[in-house]
Nanobody
Framework: VQLVESGGGSVQAGGSLRLSCTAS????????MSWFRQAPGKDREAVAH????????YYADFVKGRFTISHDKVKNAVYLEMSNLQPEDSAMYYC?????????????????WGQGTQVTVSS
């Protein structure tokens, strides 16, 4: 199983980015996938979660309607549309899968991770 993230970059506050995570080695549509982020010196935190089979989604409270997670069965990919980005959103963003159940916000409940894509938001 391999997950490859892309789409990160540098934007100004209020800007938007679309992150992509392409999966290989398994059919992502059967699984739950999540986006996490980690800023320097901070713990990895959950951002959004999707159950690809039915489209059920969950978001961290800090997202506040600014981010949208989606899945493309044909491309075997999951996306994170981010708008109204703020400097505090700056972090390395990771996708994760092979969710073991339990708290979706716990990184311990995922088996596979991508290498991350950097998001930097300047004020």
């Amino acid at each position: 199983v391999q997950l490859v993230e892309s789409g990160g970059g540098s934007v100004q506050a209020g800007g938007s980015l679309r992150l992509s995570c392409t999966a290989s080695g398994y059919a992502s549509s059967r699984y739950c996938m999540s986006w996490f982020r980690q800023a320097p010196g901070k713990d990895r935190e959950a951002v959004a979660h999707i159950w690809a089979a039915c489209g059920v989604t969950y978001y961290a409270d800090f997202v506040k309607g600014r981010f949208t997670i989606s899945h493309d069965k044909v491309k075997n990919a999951v996306y994170l549309e981010m708008s109204n980005l703020q400097p505090e959103d700056s972090a390395m963003y990771y996708c994760a899968t092979s969710y073991r159940g339990g708290d979706w916000e716990s990184p311990l409940n995922y088996k596979y991770w991508g290498q991350g894509t950097q998001v930097t938001v300047s004020s």
